[in-house]
């Protein structure tokens, strides 16, 4: 396979949302600019209510007990088997980051569009990289997707999976967004030999601050996964909140039927625009529209922050606004006028 030296080049400049700095800086607020509106990522605006933290959890280290607690509540909400098929680690980035030093550089697929760490970290790692647009059939070592994917929303069955782990070949699937559709999740199968899930507890739950993720592989990856990671790969406070999180299947609930409503209410935000909407998930919209580029600068003369992707420029991803519709509506009203 031939690597994309392009975008998956160890040095490419990755864009990512979520930086409010940099919008303050090229926009002059010297001030601190507190009054913007991210909608660049795709997190939660309804976070889960953490409330108050025992003392003890900020002052000690996270022992093994909280970790078994932890894995415990991680796997029975992914549906893992077993606790020993978890590790967690600050945020599914630092997995993403790590997986590609774990075995001798090969030929990995990505596929594309998706995540942007995904390609340059494996390039980084020695491996030949090649993004594809589709890599059932793909001549690999190791396949790697999300699903439902980012930014596009594109969904795989179960079923369709099942024929891309065989022989050495390791199945790695980036399920940052699958909270809301566990039907998509092969977390129950992870003990077939090379199949990795990535999971993100901080875009569900609201909480990205806490940088807290968990691979979900069969025990004897999973225990080299740990040890690569070394010791207090997350916080106490993290996991106390974590392992709550996970059992509070009323606010689960209850929040994937708010999230879906949002998620309506947004659509028909945007329809109203004149923006069609191609794809996504609960968690955000994305919309084609050749004046893309025009919408972000009348967005963020309105201090809305929005993600525009530069290999894209007729895409832009729009986030959840939370209690902040009528202020994106007006926004995108001034733009139509």
């Not at 600019?33 to 409330?51: A, H, K, Q």
């Not at 969904?155 to 940052?176: G, I, K, Q, S």
């Not at 406070?237 to 994937?256: E, K």
């Given at each position: 396979m ?17 930086d409010?700095?940099?919008?303050r ?19 939660n605006?309804?976070?889960?209510p ?6 003890e959890?900020?002052?000690?280290l996270?022992d ?14 992914y549906g ?15 997995l ?10 090969g030929?990995v ?46 969904r795989?069955?179960?079923a ?6 065989r ?5 790695v ?5 699958a909270d809301?559709?566990?039907?998509l ?7 077939q ?7 993100s ?20 990856l ?6 690569a990671l070394?010791?207090?790969a997350f ?19 209850a ?8 998620a ?13 909407v ?9 919309i084609?529209t ?12 309105h201090?809305i ?15 959840l ?8 509506e007006?926004?995108l009203?001034?733009?139509r006028?």
């Amino acid at each position: 396979m031939k690597a994309d030296a392009q975008n998956a080049s160890p040095t490419a400049d990755r864009h990512h949302g979520g930086d409010l700095a940099a919008a303050r800086r090229a926009y002059g607020d010297d001030g601190g600019g507190d009054d913007w509106l991210d909608l660049s990522t795709g997190i939660n605006p309804f976070p889960y209510p953490v409330g108050e933290l025992p003392e003890e959890t900020w002052a000690r280290l996270p022992d093994s007990g909280v970790e078994a607690e932890l894995l415990a509540a991680a796997a029975a909400y992914y549906g893992a088997p077993d606790s020993a098929c978890v590790v967690a680690a600050s945020g599914s980035q630092s997995l993403i980051q790590l997986l590609p030093r774990m075995r001798s550089p090969g030929r990995v697929a990505v596929l594309r569009p998706t995540y942007v760490e995904h390609e340059p970290c494996w390039a980084a790692a020695g491996h030949n990289v090649a993004a594809l647009g589709e890599v059932a059939a793909a001549d690999c070592d190791v396949v790697v997707l999300a699903n439902p994917n980012n930014p596009d929303g594109r969904r795989f069955a179960p079923a369709e999976l099942e024929e891309m782990t065989r022989n050495d070949r390791w199945l790695v699937v980036d399920e940052a967004f699958a909270d809301v559709e566990p039907e998509l999740s092969l977390a129950a199968t992870v003990m077939q030999p090379g199949r990795i899930v990535l999971r993100s507890f901080g875009k569900f739950f609201g909480l990205a601050g806490l940088r807290l993720g968990f691979a979900l592989t069969a025990p004897e990856l999973a225990g080299r996964i740990r040890s690569a990671l070394g010791p207090w790969a997350f916080s106490s406070p993290a996991a106390w909140i974590a392992t709550r999180a996970f059992a509070d299947q009323a606010w689960i609930t209850a929040n994937q039927e708010r999230l879906a409503a949002a998620a309506s209410e947004l659509d028909i935000m945007l329809g109203r625009a004149g923006l069609e909407v191609i794809g996504g998930t609960v968690l955000y919209r994305l919309i084609h529209t050749p004046a893309a580029a025009e919408i972000c600068q009348v967005l963020e003369r309105h201090r809305i922050l929005v993600r525009h992707y530069p290999e894209r420029p007729d895409w832009l991803r729009f986030g959840l606004p939370g209690g902040h519709g009528e202020r994106l509506e007006a926004a995108l009203t001034e733009w139509r006028s």
